[in-house]
Protein backbone atom coordinates (compact mmCIF):
# COMPACT_ATOMS: atom_id res chain seq x y z
CA UNK A 1 0.00 0.00 0.00
CA UNK A 2 2.89 2.38 1.07
CA UNK A 3 4.48 1.31 -1.99
CA UNK A 4 4.36 4.84 -3.38
CA UNK A 5 6.15 6.67 -1.37
CA UNK A 6 8.98 4.29 -0.20
CA UNK A 7 9.75 2.32 -3.39
CA UNK A 8 12.00 2.80 -5.88
CA UNK A 9 10.56 6.32 -8.18
CA UNK A 10 10.36 5.92 -12.15
CA UNK A 11 10.04 8.52 -14.16
CA UNK A 12 9.70 8.00 -17.78
CA UNK A 13 11.68 10.28 -20.42
CA UNK A 14 8.31 9.58 -22.43
CA UNK A 15 7.13 11.63 -25.94
CA UNK A 16 10.37 11.43 -27.52
CA UNK A 17 9.74 11.88 -31.44
CA UNK A 18 13.75 11.28 -32.24
CA UNK A 19 16.30 9.50 -30.56
CA UNK A 20 18.12 12.69 -29.98
CA UNK A 21 14.60 13.92 -28.35
CA UNK A 22 14.52 10.82 -26.42
CA UNK A 23 18.16 11.12 -24.96
CA UNK A 24 16.99 14.75 -24.01
CA UNK A 25 13.81 13.86 -22.54
CA UNK A 26 15.61 11.13 -20.77
CA UNK A 27 18.29 13.74 -19.29
CA UNK A 28 15.85 16.05 -18.42
CA UNK A 29 13.86 12.89 -16.18
CA UNK A 30 17.28 12.28 -15.26
CA UNK A 31 18.19 15.62 -14.13
CA UNK A 32 14.64 15.80 -12.39
CA UNK A 33 15.28 12.85 -10.52
CA UNK A 34 18.47 12.23 -9.68
CA UNK A 35 18.45 9.87 -7.00
CA UNK A 36 15.61 7.89 -8.40
CA UNK A 37 15.36 4.88 -11.01
CA UNK A 38 14.87 6.66 -14.77
CA UNK A 39 13.33 4.28 -17.09
CA UNK A 40 13.33 5.39 -20.41
CA UNK A 41 10.78 4.63 -23.35
CA UNK A 42 10.09 5.33 -26.89
CA UNK A 43 6.97 6.45 -28.03
CA UNK A 44 7.32 7.40 -31.62
CA UNK A 45 5.67 5.35 -33.22
CA UNK A 46 2.55 5.49 -31.38
CA UNK A 47 2.93 9.56 -31.71
CA UNK A 48 3.20 9.09 -35.25
CA UNK A 49 0.42 6.58 -35.29
CA UNK A 50 -3.23 8.83 -35.89
CA UNK A 51 -5.05 5.60 -34.66
CA UNK A 52 -3.55 5.77 -31.25
CA UNK A 53 -3.15 9.21 -31.35
CA UNK A 54 -5.40 9.98 -29.16
CA UNK A 55 -4.00 7.78 -26.10
CA UNK A 56 -0.02 8.87 -26.81
CA UNK A 57 -0.76 12.81 -28.12
CA UNK A 58 1.24 13.91 -24.49
CA UNK A 59 1.14 17.64 -23.75
CA UNK A 60 4.49 18.00 -25.43
CA UNK A 61 7.50 18.14 -23.61
CA UNK A 62 5.77 16.28 -20.62
CA UNK A 63 7.23 13.20 -19.24
CA UNK A 64 4.94 10.58 -18.03
CA UNK A 65 4.44 7.13 -16.36
CA UNK A 66 3.71 4.42 -18.68
CA UNK A 67 0.48 2.90 -19.48
CA UNK A 68 -0.69 1.37 -16.12
CA UNK A 69 1.93 2.50 -13.73
CA UNK A 70 1.28 5.62 -12.00
CA UNK A 71 4.27 7.55 -11.71
CA UNK A 72 4.70 9.48 -8.46
CA UNK A 73 3.60 12.51 -8.92
CA UNK A 74 7.02 14.58 -7.68
CA UNK A 75 8.89 12.91 -10.23
CA UNK A 76 6.77 14.21 -13.10
CA UNK A 77 9.70 16.19 -15.28
CA UNK A 78 9.18 18.92 -18.28
CA UNK A 79 11.31 19.28 -21.23
CA UNK A 80 12.42 23.53 -21.39
CA UNK A 81 11.16 25.21 -24.76
CA UNK A 82 13.77 26.80 -24.85
CA UNK A 83 16.17 24.25 -25.03
CA UNK A 84 14.08 21.87 -27.26
CA UNK A 85 12.54 24.66 -29.72
CA UNK A 86 10.48 22.40 -31.97
CA UNK A 87 8.22 20.99 -29.72
CA UNK A 88 6.14 23.18 -27.39
CA UNK A 89 5.45 22.46 -24.00
CA UNK A 90 1.69 22.54 -24.61
CA UNK A 91 -0.83 20.23 -25.55
CA UNK A 92 -0.21 19.10 -28.98
CA UNK A 93 -1.72 22.24 -29.99
CA UNK A 94 0.09 21.78 -33.06
CA UNK A 95 1.51 24.74 -32.95
CA UNK A 96 4.66 26.73 -31.86
CA UNK A 97 7.18 26.30 -28.44
CA UNK A 98 6.88 29.44 -26.76
CA UNK A 99 9.34 32.06 -27.75
CA UNK A 100 12.63 31.89 -26.23
CA UNK A 101 12.75 35.80 -26.09
CA UNK A 102 9.74 35.43 -23.30
CA UNK A 103 11.56 33.05 -20.79
CA UNK A 104 13.84 33.24 -18.28
CA UNK A 105 17.09 31.47 -17.52
CA UNK A 106 14.86 29.22 -16.08
CA UNK A 107 12.25 28.55 -18.75
CA UNK A 108 9.84 30.52 -16.96
CA UNK A 109 7.67 33.41 -18.10
CA UNK A 110 7.94 36.54 -15.79
CA UNK A 111 4.67 37.54 -14.60
CA UNK A 112 3.51 40.36 -12.69
CA UNK A 113 0.93 42.82 -11.85
CA UNK A 114 1.43 44.10 -15.52
CA UNK A 115 0.61 40.56 -16.73
CA UNK A 116 -2.99 40.41 -18.27
CA UNK A 117 -4.47 37.32 -19.42
CA UNK A 118 -7.87 36.82 -20.80
CA UNK A 119 -9.32 33.37 -19.72
CA UNK A 120 -12.68 31.49 -22.16
CA UNK A 121 -14.92 28.97 -20.64
CA UNK A 122 -16.78 27.21 -22.62
CA UNK A 123 -16.61 23.59 -21.96
CA UNK A 124 -20.29 23.17 -20.49
CA UNK A 125 -23.79 24.94 -20.76
CA UNK A 126 -21.76 28.58 -19.67
CA UNK A 127 -19.93 30.73 -21.98
CA UNK A 128 -17.56 33.01 -19.45
CA UNK A 129 -14.78 35.43 -19.99
CA UNK A 130 -12.53 37.35 -17.83
CA UNK A 131 -9.44 39.42 -17.47
CA UNK A 132 -7.33 38.97 -15.05
CA UNK A 133 -3.33 40.33 -13.75
CA UNK A 134 -0.68 38.08 -13.13
CA UNK A 135 -1.08 39.30 -8.84
CA UNK A 136 -4.43 38.25 -9.11
CA UNK A 137 -6.79 41.51 -9.62
CA UNK A 138 -9.68 40.66 -11.68
CA UNK A 139 -10.14 43.38 -13.69
CA UNK A 140 -13.67 42.56 -15.65
CA UNK A 141 -15.35 39.36 -15.78
CA UNK A 142 -18.51 38.39 -17.41
CA UNK A 143 -21.09 35.33 -18.49
CA UNK A 144 -23.85 34.49 -19.89
CA UNK A 145 -25.64 30.96 -19.09
CA UNK A 146 -27.63 28.70 -20.40
CA UNK A 147 -29.84 27.39 -17.79
CA UNK A 148 -33.19 28.86 -19.42
CA UNK A 149 -32.37 26.68 -22.85
CA UNK A 150 -31.72 23.48 -21.29
CA UNK A 151 -33.78 23.48 -18.71
CA UNK A 152 -36.94 21.83 -20.23
CA UNK A 153 -34.83 19.28 -21.69
CA UNK A 154 -33.57 17.61 -18.18
CA UNK A 155 -30.05 18.03 -19.06
CA UNK A 156 -27.42 20.03 -21.59
CA UNK A 157 -28.29 19.16 -25.19
CA UNK A 158 -24.60 19.32 -26.74
CA UNK A 159 -25.98 20.87 -30.08
CA UNK A 160 -28.05 23.77 -28.20
CA UNK A 161 -25.17 24.47 -26.02
CA UNK A 162 -22.95 24.85 -29.31
CA UNK A 163 -25.05 27.44 -30.61
CA UNK A 164 -25.77 29.53 -27.57
CA UNK A 165 -21.76 29.48 -27.31
CA UNK A 166 -21.41 30.77 -30.68
CA UNK A 167 -24.31 33.14 -30.62
CA UNK A 168 -22.56 34.57 -27.09
CA UNK A 169 -18.97 34.07 -27.79
CA UNK A 170 -18.04 37.29 -28.89
CA UNK A 171 -20.25 39.52 -26.51
CA UNK A 172 -18.84 37.97 -23.30
CA UNK A 173 -15.53 37.97 -24.47
CA UNK A 174 -16.01 41.70 -25.64
CA UNK A 175 -17.52 42.76 -22.28
CA UNK A 176 -14.85 41.12 -19.82
CA UNK A 177 -12.40 43.37 -21.98
CA UNK A 178 -14.95 46.33 -21.93
CA UNK A 179 -15.07 45.88 -17.95
CA UNK A 180 -11.33 45.52 -17.69
CA UNK A 181 -10.63 48.75 -19.57
CA UNK A 182 -8.26 46.16 -21.85
CA UNK A 183 -7.92 46.06 -25.50
CA UNK A 184 -7.04 42.99 -26.85
CA UNK A 185 -3.50 44.05 -28.31
CA UNK A 186 -2.64 44.89 -25.27
CA UNK A 187 -3.29 41.26 -23.27
CA UNK A 188 -0.10 39.28 -22.65
CA UNK A 189 -2.18 35.92 -23.17
CA UNK A 190 -5.29 33.97 -24.14
CA UNK A 191 -5.81 31.14 -21.72
CA UNK A 192 -8.82 28.67 -22.95
CA UNK A 193 -10.32 25.74 -21.76
CA UNK A 194 -9.06 22.39 -23.96
CA UNK A 195 -10.63 19.55 -22.11
CA UNK A 196 -12.33 18.36 -20.70
CA UNK A 197 -16.13 18.84 -21.75
CA UNK A 198 -18.20 18.67 -24.93
CA UNK A 199 -16.29 18.59 -27.69
CA UNK A 200 -18.40 20.76 -29.95
CA UNK A 201 -18.83 23.64 -27.03
CA UNK A 202 -15.13 23.41 -26.32
CA UNK A 203 -14.49 24.23 -29.66
CA UNK A 204 -16.37 27.44 -29.74
CA UNK A 205 -13.96 28.53 -27.34
CA UNK A 206 -10.76 27.23 -28.50
CA UNK A 207 -11.62 28.77 -32.34
CA UNK A 208 -12.13 32.31 -30.24
CA UNK A 209 -9.16 31.98 -28.28
CA UNK A 210 -6.89 30.87 -31.63
CA UNK A 211 -8.80 33.92 -33.44
CA UNK A 212 -7.28 36.13 -31.13
CA UNK A 213 -4.03 35.25 -30.94
CA UNK A 214 -3.11 34.75 -34.46
CA UNK A 215 -4.76 38.17 -35.06
CA UNK A 216 -2.47 40.02 -31.80
CA UNK A 217 0.37 37.54 -31.71
CA UNK A 218 -0.86 36.50 -28.57
CA UNK A 219 0.78 33.75 -27.04
CA UNK A 220 -2.26 30.65 -25.89
CA UNK A 221 -2.66 29.21 -22.55
CA UNK A 222 -4.24 25.44 -22.57
CA UNK A 223 -6.37 24.66 -19.62
CA UNK A 224 -7.56 21.90 -17.94
CA UNK A 225 -11.32 23.10 -16.63
CA UNK A 226 -11.37 21.09 -13.53
CA UNK A 227 -7.58 22.27 -12.79
CA UNK A 228 -8.93 25.28 -12.74
CA UNK A 229 -12.02 24.69 -10.33
CA UNK A 230 -9.15 24.06 -8.16
CA UNK A 231 -6.46 26.77 -8.70
CA UNK A 232 -9.36 29.58 -8.61
CA UNK A 233 -8.80 28.73 -4.78
CA UNK A 234 -5.42 30.65 -5.12
CA UNK A 235 -6.05 33.69 -7.38
CA UNK A 236 -3.66 36.18 -5.68
CA UNK A 237 -1.79 33.59 -4.06
CA UNK A 238 2.06 35.31 -4.51
CA UNK A 239 0.77 38.69 -5.54
CA UNK A 240 -0.32 41.73 -3.21
CA UNK A 241 -3.50 41.78 -1.65
CA UNK A 242 -6.78 42.53 -3.78
CA UNK A 243 -8.37 46.21 -3.53
CA UNK A 244 -12.57 45.59 -2.57
CA UNK A 245 -14.73 44.90 -5.30
CA UNK A 246 -13.44 44.23 -8.39
CA UNK A 247 -14.07 46.76 -11.35
CA UNK A 248 -16.82 44.91 -13.99
CA UNK A 249 -18.50 42.40 -11.65
CA UNK A 250 -22.35 42.30 -12.61
CA UNK A 251 -23.87 44.55 -10.05
CA UNK A 252 -26.12 42.26 -9.11
CA UNK A 253 -24.25 39.68 -7.97
CA UNK A 254 -23.49 38.79 -4.38
CA UNK A 255 -21.30 41.45 -3.09
CA UNK A 256 -20.28 39.59 0.33
CA UNK A 257 -19.29 36.22 -2.46
CA UNK A 258 -16.45 38.59 -3.12
CA UNK A 259 -14.40 37.65 0.03
CA UNK A 260 -13.24 34.06 0.77
CA UNK A 261 -14.71 32.25 3.67
CA UNK A 262 -11.02 31.12 5.02
CA UNK A 263 -9.01 31.60 7.64
CA UNK A 264 -5.82 31.80 5.22
CA UNK A 265 -5.41 34.16 2.38
CA UNK A 266 -5.07 31.63 -0.46
CA UNK A 267 -4.65 27.64 -0.79
CA UNK A 268 -0.56 27.08 -1.13
CA UNK A 269 0.45 24.00 -2.01
CA UNK A 270 0.19 21.01 -0.92
CA UNK A 271 -3.20 21.18 -0.17
CA UNK A 272 -6.42 18.91 -1.19
CA UNK A 273 -9.34 20.11 -3.30
CA UNK A 274 -12.86 18.28 -3.17
CA UNK A 275 -14.02 19.36 -6.74
CA UNK A 276 -17.72 19.01 -7.06
CA UNK A 277 -19.67 19.98 -10.46
CA UNK A 278 -22.04 18.66 -12.50
CA UNK A 279 -19.68 16.20 -14.35
CA UNK A 280 -16.70 15.59 -11.77
CA UNK A 281 -16.56 14.38 -8.11
CA UNK A 282 -13.19 14.58 -7.28
CA UNK A 283 -11.05 14.70 -4.17
CA UNK A 284 -7.32 15.34 -5.01
CA UNK A 285 -4.18 16.15 -3.38
CA UNK A 286 -2.29 19.07 -5.30
CA UNK A 287 1.45 19.12 -4.51
CA UNK A 288 2.38 21.47 -7.49
CA UNK A 289 0.88 23.47 -10.73
CA UNK A 290 -0.09 20.22 -12.60
CA UNK A 291 0.52 17.53 -9.82
CA UNK A 292 -2.80 15.81 -8.83
CA UNK A 293 -3.00 12.79 -7.44
CA UNK A 294 -6.52 11.86 -7.66
CA UNK A 295 -7.51 10.02 -4.07
CA UNK A 296 -11.31 9.37 -5.02
CA UNK A 297 -13.59 9.90 -8.14
CA UNK A 298 -17.02 9.34 -9.55
CA UNK A 299 -18.12 5.78 -10.05
CA UNK A 300 -21.52 6.97 -11.57
CA UNK A 301 -23.49 10.23 -10.72
CA UNK A 302 -21.37 13.21 -10.00
CA UNK A 303 -23.23 15.23 -7.32
CA UNK A 304 -24.30 18.63 -8.97
CA UNK A 305 -25.94 15.84 -11.86
CA UNK A 306 -27.45 13.97 -8.57
CA UNK A 307 -28.69 17.19 -7.67
CA UNK A 308 -30.19 18.31 -11.18
CA UNK A 309 -32.06 14.97 -11.53
CA UNK A 310 -33.09 15.14 -7.85
CA UNK A 311 -35.01 18.51 -8.49
CA UNK A 312 -36.43 17.48 -11.51
CA UNK A 313 -37.99 14.53 -10.36
CA UNK A 314 -39.23 16.61 -7.48
CA UNK A 315 -40.88 18.91 -10.34
CA UNK A 316 -38.74 22.06 -9.83
CA UNK A 317 -38.49 24.70 -11.73
CA UNK A 318 -34.97 24.34 -12.87
CA UNK A 319 -34.04 27.40 -15.43
CA UNK A 320 -31.58 28.83 -12.80
CA UNK A 321 -29.70 24.85 -12.18
CA UNK A 322 -31.37 22.20 -10.24
CA UNK A 323 -28.48 23.15 -7.72
CA UNK A 324 -29.94 25.88 -6.10
CA UNK A 325 -33.38 25.19 -6.60
CA UNK A 326 -33.53 22.22 -4.30
CA UNK A 327 -31.10 23.92 -2.29
CA UNK A 328 -33.84 26.59 -1.51
CA UNK A 329 -36.83 23.67 -1.32
CA UNK A 330 -34.13 21.67 1.11
CA UNK A 331 -34.32 24.43 4.06
CA UNK A 332 -38.13 24.07 4.61
CA UNK A 333 -37.76 20.37 4.97
CA UNK A 334 -36.65 17.73 7.45
CA UNK A 335 -33.25 16.29 6.88
CA UNK A 336 -34.12 13.76 8.87
CA UNK A 337 -37.85 12.85 7.92
CA UNK A 338 -36.06 10.09 5.21
CA UNK A 339 -33.96 7.79 5.91
CA UNK A 340 -31.95 7.59 2.42
CA UNK A 341 -28.52 5.72 2.44
CA UNK A 342 -25.60 7.14 2.71
CA UNK A 343 -23.56 5.85 -0.15
CA UNK A 344 -20.28 3.61 0.33
CA UNK A 345 -20.33 3.28 3.61
CA UNK A 346 -18.77 0.00 3.39
CA UNK A 347 -16.02 0.94 0.89
CA UNK A 348 -13.33 2.34 2.86
CA UNK A 349 -11.78 4.29 0.32
CA UNK A 350 -12.49 8.08 -1.47
CA UNK A 351 -14.86 7.10 -4.29
CA UNK A 352 -18.33 8.89 -4.81
CA UNK A 353 -21.15 7.16 -6.04
CA UNK A 354 -24.69 8.80 -6.71
CA UNK A 355 -26.83 6.37 -8.34
CA UNK A 356 -28.22 4.67 -5.09
CA UNK A 357 -29.53 7.77 -3.39
CA UNK A 358 -30.71 8.86 -6.75
CA UNK A 359 -32.94 5.20 -6.77
CA UNK A 360 -33.95 5.93 -3.36
CA UNK A 361 -34.90 9.01 -3.72
CA UNK A 362 -36.90 7.87 -6.57
CA UNK A 363 -38.84 5.24 -5.09
CA UNK A 364 -39.63 7.71 -2.03
CA UNK A 365 -41.27 9.87 -4.40
CA UNK A 366 -43.24 7.07 -6.22
CA UNK A 367 -44.65 5.72 -2.85
CA UNK A 368 -45.61 9.48 -1.28
CA UNK A 369 -46.26 11.59 -3.72
CA UNK A 370 -47.16 9.37 -7.22
CA UNK A 371 -45.47 7.70 -9.96
CA UNK A 372 -44.12 10.67 -12.57
CA UNK A 373 -46.32 9.93 -16.37
CA UNK A 374 -43.61 10.51 -18.44
CA UNK A 375 -39.67 9.75 -17.50
CA UNK A 376 -38.26 11.97 -14.84
CA UNK A 377 -40.22 15.04 -15.24
CA UNK A 378 -42.62 14.83 -12.59
CA UNK A 379 -43.59 18.67 -13.17
CA UNK A 380 -45.58 17.31 -16.80
CA UNK A 381 -47.91 15.58 -14.49
CA UNK A 382 -49.51 18.72 -13.31
CA UNK A 383 -47.72 21.22 -15.73
CA UNK A 384 -46.04 22.99 -12.72
CA UNK A 385 -43.95 26.19 -13.02
CA UNK A 386 -41.47 27.20 -10.54
CA UNK A 387 -42.01 30.19 -8.71
CA UNK A 388 -38.93 32.42 -7.56
CA UNK A 389 -37.91 30.33 -4.30
CA UNK A 390 -37.79 27.19 -6.87
CA UNK A 391 -40.92 25.88 -5.04
CA UNK A 392 -43.39 24.47 -7.67
CA UNK A 393 -46.61 26.68 -8.76
CA UNK A 394 -49.11 26.46 -6.56
CA UNK A 395 -51.89 27.32 -8.25
CA UNK A 396 -51.35 24.94 -10.41
CA UNK A 397 -51.39 21.69 -8.16
CA UNK A 398 -53.97 23.62 -6.18
CA UNK A 399 -56.37 23.03 -9.09
CA UNK A 400 -55.30 19.09 -9.76
CA UNK A 401 -55.40 18.50 -5.61
CA UNK A 402 -57.03 21.04 -3.73
CA UNK A 403 -55.59 23.54 -1.13
CA UNK A 404 -54.68 20.96 1.67
CA UNK A 405 -53.24 18.17 -0.25
CA UNK A 406 -50.87 20.69 -2.54
CA UNK A 407 -49.67 21.87 1.06
CA UNK A 408 -49.48 18.51 2.57
CA UNK A 409 -47.50 17.41 -1.05
CA UNK A 410 -45.25 20.59 -0.67
CA UNK A 411 -43.91 19.13 2.91
CA UNK A 412 -43.32 16.24 1.42
CA UNK A 413 -40.94 17.25 -1.48
CA UNK A 414 -39.35 19.49 0.71
CA UNK A 415 -39.02 16.82 3.28
CA UNK A 416 -37.46 14.94 0.21
CA UNK A 417 -35.39 17.41 -0.96
CA UNK A 418 -33.55 18.12 2.92
CA UNK A 419 -33.20 14.53 3.67
CA UNK A 420 -31.63 13.74 -0.03
CA UNK A 421 -28.96 16.70 0.81
CA UNK A 422 -28.11 15.71 4.15
CA UNK A 423 -27.32 12.39 2.82
CA UNK A 424 -25.59 13.85 -0.12
CA UNK A 425 -23.29 15.86 1.99
CA UNK A 426 -22.92 13.30 4.39
CA UNK A 427 -21.41 11.21 1.62
CA UNK A 428 -19.01 14.21 1.16
CA UNK A 429 -17.95 14.80 4.27
CA UNK A 430 -16.81 10.79 5.04
CA UNK A 431 -14.96 10.54 2.14
CA UNK A 432 -13.59 14.38 2.43
CA UNK A 433 -11.99 13.44 5.89
CA UNK A 434 -10.41 9.81 4.63
CA UNK A 435 -8.99 11.87 2.21
CA UNK A 436 -7.31 14.45 4.25
CA UNK A 437 -6.00 11.07 6.57
CA UNK A 438 -4.66 9.69 2.74
CA UNK A 439 -3.11 12.86 1.68
CA UNK A 440 -1.55 13.50 4.93
CA UNK A 441 -0.06 10.13 5.14
CA UNK A 442 1.42 10.20 1.48
CA UNK A 443 2.89 13.82 2.15
CA UNK A 444 4.10 12.84 5.75
CA UNK A 445 5.85 9.99 3.45
CA UNK A 446 7.51 11.92 1.63
CA UNK A 447 11.06 11.59 2.61
CA UNK A 448 12.33 14.01 0.26
CA UNK A 449 10.23 16.73 1.03
CA UNK A 450 13.01 18.43 3.40
CA UNK A 451 10.38 21.46 3.46
CA UNK A 452 8.90 20.78 6.87
CA UNK A 453 5.77 22.94 5.17
CA UNK A 454 5.04 20.70 2.67
CA UNK A 455 5.28 17.66 4.73
CA UNK A 456 1.33 18.33 5.88
CA UNK A 457 -1.47 20.09 3.90
CA UNK A 458 -1.68 23.74 3.96
CA UNK A 459 -5.39 23.80 3.94
CA UNK A 460 -8.83 22.24 2.09
CA UNK A 461 -10.24 23.53 -1.00
CA UNK A 462 -14.22 22.76 -2.00
CA UNK A 463 -14.74 24.49 -5.56
CA UNK A 464 -16.93 23.33 -8.59
CA UNK A 465 -20.58 24.48 -9.03
CA UNK A 466 -21.64 22.31 -6.11
CA UNK A 467 -19.27 24.28 -3.17
CA UNK A 468 -21.71 27.31 -4.17
CA UNK A 469 -23.91 25.17 -1.78
CA UNK A 470 -24.22 27.01 1.74
CA UNK A 471 -24.99 23.25 3.08
CA UNK A 472 -21.61 21.98 1.40
CA UNK A 473 -19.94 25.01 2.97
CA UNK A 474 -20.96 24.72 6.41
CA UNK A 475 -20.43 20.81 6.39
CA UNK A 476 -16.97 20.93 5.08
CA UNK A 477 -16.03 23.70 7.61
CA UNK A 478 -16.58 21.77 10.00
CA UNK A 479 -14.55 18.55 8.41
CA UNK A 480 -11.60 21.11 7.89
CA UNK A 481 -11.91 22.63 11.13
CA UNK A 482 -11.80 18.71 12.96
CA UNK A 483 -8.74 18.05 10.96
CA UNK A 484 -7.15 21.72 12.16
CA UNK A 485 -6.93 22.97 8.47
CA UNK A 486 -7.92 25.92 7.12
CA UNK A 487 -10.71 25.81 4.53
CA UNK A 488 -10.63 27.27 1.71
CA UNK A 489 -14.23 28.57 -0.15
CA UNK A 490 -14.00 30.63 -3.64
CA UNK A 491 -16.60 32.98 -3.53
CA UNK A 492 -19.88 31.07 -4.92
CA UNK A 493 -19.72 32.94 -8.23
CA UNK A 494 -16.74 31.41 -9.04
CA UNK A 495 -17.24 27.66 -8.21
CA UNK A 496 -19.51 27.60 -10.94
CA UNK A 497 -18.03 27.72 -14.16
CA UNK A 498 -16.40 31.05 -15.51
CA UNK A 499 -14.00 33.08 -16.59
CA UNK A 500 -12.27 33.57 -13.89
CA UNK A 501 -10.93 30.41 -13.13
CA UNK A 502 -9.69 29.80 -16.31
CA UNK A 503 -7.61 32.78 -16.37
CA UNK A 504 -6.55 32.52 -12.95
CA UNK A 505 -5.26 29.07 -13.92
CA UNK A 506 -3.89 30.74 -17.29
CA UNK A 507 -1.65 32.82 -15.27
CA UNK A 508 -0.24 30.27 -12.99
CA UNK A 509 0.56 27.98 -16.16
CA UNK A 510 1.89 30.77 -18.12
CA UNK A 511 4.55 32.09 -15.42
CA UNK A 512 5.93 28.60 -16.04
CA UNK A 513 6.07 28.43 -19.32
CA UNK A 514 3.39 26.05 -20.05
CA UNK A 515 2.04 28.14 -22.88
CA UNK A 516 2.58 28.31 -27.07
CA UNK A 517 2.99 30.82 -29.49
CA UNK A 518 -0.31 31.42 -31.81
CA UNK A 519 -0.81 28.79 -34.61
CA UNK A 520 0.33 30.10 -37.99
CA UNK A 521 -2.44 31.38 -40.36
CA UNK A 522 -1.36 28.28 -42.22
CA UNK A 523 -2.80 26.01 -39.17
CA UNK A 524 -6.17 27.34 -39.01
CA UNK A 525 -6.88 26.61 -42.77
CA UNK A 526 -9.61 24.05 -43.01
CA UNK A 527 -8.61 20.97 -44.01
CA UNK A 528 -10.93 18.39 -45.47
CA UNK A 529 -10.67 14.92 -43.63
CA UNK A 530 -9.36 12.27 -45.86
CA UNK A 531 -7.91 9.03 -44.18
CA UNK A 532 -8.45 7.04 -46.87
CA UNK A 533 -11.94 7.14 -46.88
CA UNK A 534 -12.31 9.53 -50.22
CA UNK A 535 -16.19 8.69 -50.68
CA UNK A 536 -17.08 9.48 -47.68
CA UNK A 537 -15.21 12.30 -47.31
CA UNK A 538 -16.02 14.21 -50.13
CA UNK A 539 -18.85 15.45 -49.20
CA UNK A 540 -18.22 16.82 -45.76
CA UNK A 541 -16.92 20.51 -45.44
CA UNK A 542 -13.67 21.35 -44.55
CA UNK A 543 -13.01 21.49 -41.29
CA UNK A 544 -10.38 23.30 -38.85
CA UNK A 545 -8.41 21.26 -36.90
CA UNK A 546 -8.77 22.16 -33.43
CA UNK A 547 -7.04 20.28 -30.63
CA UNK A 548 -9.26 19.57 -27.93
CA UNK A 549 -8.88 17.07 -24.97
CA UNK A 550 -12.41 16.19 -24.21
CA UNK A 551 -11.88 13.41 -21.52
CA UNK A 552 -8.75 14.09 -19.87
CA UNK A 553 -8.03 13.18 -16.19
CA UNK A 554 -6.77 15.71 -14.07
CA UNK A 555 -4.04 13.09 -12.24
CA UNK A 556 -3.16 9.41 -11.68
CA UNK A 557 -5.28 7.29 -9.29
CA UNK A 558 -3.53 7.46 -5.74
CA UNK A 559 -2.59 3.62 -5.38
CA UNK A 560 -5.37 3.17 -2.17
CA UNK A 561 -7.57 4.38 -4.76
CA UNK A 562 -10.15 1.34 -6.39
CA UNK A 563 -12.55 0.93 -9.17
CA UNK A 564 -10.56 2.33 -12.03
CA UNK A 565 -12.22 3.44 -15.03
CA UNK A 566 -13.60 0.52 -16.87
CA UNK A 567 -11.15 -0.47 -19.46
CA UNK A 568 -13.72 -0.26 -22.24
CA UNK A 569 -13.91 3.71 -21.53
CA UNK A 570 -9.88 4.10 -21.63
CA UNK A 571 -9.27 3.90 -25.12
CA UNK A 572 -9.99 7.60 -25.97
CA UNK A 573 -9.13 9.05 -22.84
CA UNK A 574 -5.98 11.67 -22.75
CA UNK A 575 -3.18 10.91 -20.35
CA UNK A 576 -3.79 12.86 -17.32
CA UNK A 577 -2.37 16.24 -17.05
CA UNK A 578 1.06 17.37 -16.54
CA UNK A 579 3.02 19.95 -16.09
CA UNK A 580 5.72 20.76 -13.08
CA UNK A 581 8.41 22.84 -14.08
CA UNK A 582 11.74 21.76 -12.92
CA UNK A 583 13.21 22.19 -9.80
O1 LIG B 1 -18.93 23.55 -12.14
P1 LIG B 1 -20.25 23.70 -12.79
O2 LIG B 1 -20.79 25.09 -13.00
O3 LIG B 1 -20.29 22.99 -14.18
C1 LIG B 1 -19.63 21.78 -14.41
O4 LIG B 1 -18.40 21.82 -14.60
O5 LIG B 1 -20.33 20.76 -14.35
O6 LIG B 1 -21.27 22.87 -11.90
C2 LIG B 1 -22.62 22.81 -12.24
C3 LIG B 1 -23.33 21.95 -11.25
C4 LIG B 1 -24.79 21.74 -11.63
O7 LIG B 1 -25.07 20.37 -11.57
C5 LIG B 1 -25.53 22.52 -10.58
O8 LIG B 1 -26.80 22.00 -10.28
C6 LIG B 1 -24.61 22.44 -9.41
O9 LIG B 1 -23.32 22.55 -9.95
N1 LIG B 1 -24.88 23.52 -8.47
C7 LIG B 1 -25.35 23.33 -7.23
C8 LIG B 1 -25.54 24.61 -6.68
N2 LIG B 1 -25.17 25.54 -7.60
C9 LIG B 1 -24.75 24.84 -8.70
N3 LIG B 1 -25.64 22.21 -6.55
C10 LIG B 1 -26.10 22.34 -5.31
N4 LIG B 1 -26.35 23.52 -4.71
C11 LIG B 1 -26.07 24.69 -5.35
N5 LIG B 1 -26.31 25.86 -4.77
ZN1 LIG C 1 -17.16 23.10 -14.09
Not at 49 to 74: D, H, T
Not at 87 to 94: I, T
Not at 400 to 422: K, M
Not at 464 to 469: C, E, I, T
Amino acid sequence: MRAFATGPRVALAADARSDAHHRFATDVAAAAAPRRHVVSARRDAHARSPGVRARWALPRGFASGPPGVAPAPSVVARASASDDPDRGPGFGFGSRALDASRLDARGRVPVGARTVILGIETSCDDTGAAVITGDGRVLGEAIASQGEIHAKWGGVVPNLAREAHENAIDDVVARALAAADVRPENLSAVAVTVGPGLSMCLRVGVVKAQNMCVEHSLPIVPVHHMEAHALVARVGEGGKKREGVEKGVDETSDETSDVYETSSARASFPFLALLVSGGHNQLILATAIGEYRVLGGALDDALGEAYDKTARLLGLDVGGGGGPALEALAKRGDPKKYKFPVPLRKRKDCDFSYAGLKTAVRLAVERDLGKPSDGDAFSNVQGLEGDDDGVPNRNAETEAFGPEETARRDAIRADIAASFQFAAVKHLEERTRRAIAWARESLSLETENEDAEKRDLSCVVVAGGVAANATVRATLGSVAEEAGLPLVLPPPRWCTDNGVMVAWAGVERFRLGLAEEAPSAEQLEPKSVSDGKKDEDASRPARREVPLLPRWPLGTRDARATGEVKSSKTARIAPPLRGAPLR
